[in-house]
């Protein structure tokens, strides 16, 4: 061999041995989850721990209270990785109502699971621990107030548990420094006055930090524009908090030909980080009242000291509509997004796309969303319309991917939760 070719072929396997490719995915087709319920269930929040068990939890509004103002959170839990479900269950009392879940796996015992949502007409936020895989849970009441609460986000790391969440036009954040025993509740954005104000993510980095991610719009009335995206940043255990502001985005899309809420399509934000604690964003974000919104990317890898460039990074044309950003981090550089989008027009899907390299490559799509016969509102191309404000996901103890989302006919009328998990 020639000492061309023997620095050729020395290239090629230092090449192949720093590599780390993207291998294809595959998902299960998409299945309902708590199908024995008989409801109209929507906006699941789902979790993995590290023995092999995933949960979600689900707000169901019954049959008997069609457009009720608050709904019952129901429980599955599986021990395979989401081969099979437990039936559903009650996990605390539902008083007069339960929404807006949230689930997070401590992931410095990989065990210890802790949930979140607003009770009692959003007039609280409650908070359940569970030590023994989701089989006994202890419930306490982070805060309590008579002007309502809205869009609560986890955020657990050891005995630290953040819960944030909108309060008289304002982001508040409610702090346990045991477990989740005792809690203290301050403002976080101190000296910003918005129209509203909705977390869409947060997380505690491996140093302690904890990070919120939220959007303000800048005028009273409703969804107008335009509107702020910031992460929000405390080093002190959530007493005080510094914000960065990320993007600016205009008004939200109109779908009142479907029933929705205010600022139903607008901007969500949702965060997460890595083991070795590099921050991502997701956002959906437009250019014109209005008009339709892209999903963008930007990661931080110094604690929120500086973000990347926003990315594009949906293959939609431009003119499409997109919403609702999920996403989940696993060890350093393992990113996983995903999105809804309407590139099917009239119908929408679920995309997903990951990295191994913190963001600066990205894999092709995968369509996570499918057909099943018998619903009214799914199709050959896609569903009729997102059912519920926002949509989850997790990576398990096998490092595959675990998704929960909601579909329907239009807001209102009743839909479903359905899943997906990664095969390989």
């Known amino acids: 061999m020639t000492s061309t070719a023997l620095r050729l072929c020395v290239v090629v396997l230092v090449l192949f041995s720093t590599a780390r490719p993207l291998f294809s995915q595959s998902f299960q087709p998409q299945t309902r989850l708590a199908a024995s319920l008989p409801g109209d269930t929507w906006e699941p929040s789902i979790a993995a721990d590290r023995f092999g068990h995933v949960y ?140 509203w104000s909705l977390t869409g993510g947060g997380t505690v980095d491996p140093a302690g930090n904890v990070y919120f991610s939220w959007n303000g719009y800048t005028q009273n009335g409703g969804a107008k524009g335009p509107v702020n995206l910031y992460v929000t940043k405390s080093v002190d255990g959530g007493l005080t908090w510094t914000s960065k502001l990320l993007d600016i985005s205009a008004a939200p899309p109109d779908c009142s030909a479907f029933q929705c809420g205010w600022a139903f399509l607008g901007p969500g934000i949702a965060m997460t980080s890595d083991a070795a604690g590099q921050l991502y964003v997701l956002w959906n974000s ?106 989850d996901m997790d990576i398990d103890n096998k490092s595959h991917t675990q998704v929960a989302w909601g579909e329907g006919y239009d807001w209102l009328t009743p839909g479903n939760v359905w899943y997906t998990r990664q095969l390989r």
């Open 286 to 391: 437009g250019a014109a009242d209005g008009g339709p919104e892209r999903m963008y990317f930007s990661t931080s890898t110094d604690q929120s000291t500086t973000w990347s460039s926003r990315r594009d990074v949906s293959l939609a044309p431009q003119g499409v509509d997109h919403a609702f950003p999920a996403l989940a981090a696993g060890v350093g550089g393992d990113i996983r997004i995903a999105w809804m989008d309407q590139r099917n027009e009239p119908h929408w899907n679920v995309y997903y796309r990951t990295s191994n390299n913190g963001g600066s490559t990205w894999s092709g799509e995968t369509v996570l969303s499918s057909f099943v016969f018998g619903y009214n509102y799914i199709f050959s191309d896609g569903f009729r319309f997102p059912f519920g404000d926002y949509f």
């Open 56 to 195: 979600v939890l689900i707000p169901d509004f019954p049959p008997s209270c069609k457009k009720c103002p608050s709904s019952i959170d129901y429980l599955i839990v599986s021990g395979d990785n989401g081969k099979t479900w437990s039936s559903p269950r009650i996990i605390a009392d539902p008083a007069s109502g339960q929404i807006d879940v949230q689930l997070k796996v401590d992931p410095i015992d990989g065990q210890t699971v802790y949930a979140s949502w607003l009770q009692n007409n959003k007039s609280m936020i409650e908070v359940a621990k569970s030590t023994d895989f989701g089989q006994t849970w202890s419930t306490v009441i982070a805060n309590s107030n008579n002007a309502g609460m809205d869009k609560d986000i986890l955020a657990v790391r050891g005995n630290d548990v953040y819960v944030a969440y909108n309060h008289s036009q304002t982001v508040w954040c409610s702090s346990s420094h045991d477990g989740g025993q005792s809690w203290t509740s301050v403002k976080v954005n101190q000296n910003a006055q918005f129209g």
